[in-house]
């Protein structure tokens, strides 16, 4: 039989079992206690931050949102300029247009010829950077003493003008080459009219690429079934009878194995092209 000493020695021995498993618990617990709360923590943390990151987001899509539309009464246009390495001659470098340019009222195109004057009205709701760019060039005499160089006469009726290069007497291969340092994209497009482009409208030519708009236009003599790609200037308003003797003239079929058409054989300079203050 055991004695009473090794009865005590025994119970203390489990008591103080006992003691250690609770304490082991205890601790057990406060240290998962200590893990969920760090991890709450951690977790208040990143939720700050993502809804910090969103606002941060929001804001500067909020603020490029407002940057893209512009400020109230313009538009923020985009006027992407060539790489100045490898520009031909045919370039004319006058800087480029201010971004933030006016969506409201009209201004009136003034085309100064040696066969007289051109007219036309522009809508700046509807071509606010287009008619930006040519209020730029205007200022810039970029268009003074060029040659119209390029008149087709069938299938669409279209005198087209506004190559910096055109210039002096006779004419050269490269004239129809030339523009300022910078393309924009194309406005206006007459997507919903039939025919889109109608006699008296002033278009603006492009390479075919979206954003390739530069500064060479074409006026139209007789309605045209162009493909709705080609910005819509604005429409004249006196002259059309100058331009359709220039049609009427023909021309000496120079173009008519590529784009077609060919130099107008009843020339057309432009001394001067001006532009109107906004009105409206």
């Not at 006016?102 to 051109?118: D, H």
């Not at 910005?231 to 077609?260: E, F, R, W």
């Amino acid at each position: 039989m055991t004695s009473t000493r090794e009865r005590q020695r025994a119970a203390a021995r489990a008591r103080l079992e006992r003691e250690m498993a609770e304490r082991s618990t205890k601790a057990r617990k406060r240290r998962q206690t200590q893990a969920i709360v760090g991890a709450a923590a951690i977790l208040v943390l990143v939720v700050a931050g993502t809804v910090w990151l969103a606002a941060s987001l929001g804001g500067d899509d909020d603020d490029s949102k407002q940057q893209a539309a512009g400020t109230e009464g313009f538009s923020q246009c985009t006027y992407t300029e060539a790489p100045k390495e490898g520009r031909p001659a045919q370039i004319k470098d006058v800087g480029l247009p201010p971004n933030q340019q006016a969506n409201k009222g009209t201004q009136t195109l003034t085309l100064e010829t040696n066969l007289g004057p051109i007219v036309a009205k522009l809508d700046r709701t509807k071509v606010p950077c287009t008619a930006g760019s040519f209020t730029h060039l205007s200022s810039k005499g970029f268009f003074d003493n060029t040659k119209c160089h390029r008149l087709v006469t069938e299938g669409i009726k279209v005198l087209q003008c506004g190559d910096p290069s055109a210039t002096g007497a006779g004419w050269r291969q490269t004239d129809g080459t030339g523009g300022p340092s910078y393309g924009l994209a194309e406005e206006n497009l007459p997507t919903d009219k039939r025919p889109p482009y109608p006699e008296g409208v002033i278009a603006m030519a492009n390479s075919g690429q979206p954003g390739s708009t530069g500064s060479q236009f074409f006026i139209v003599y007789g309605d045209s079934q162009l493909d709705a790609k080609y910005t819509v200037l604005g429409t004249v308003t006196s002259g059309m009878d100058l331009v359709k003797q220039v049609g009427a003239a023909g021309d000496d079929k120079a173009y008519a194995q590529q784009a077609g058409g060919g130099h107008p054989k009843k020339e057309v300079t432009i001394t001067k092209l001006t532009m109107s203050d906004i009105e409206g």
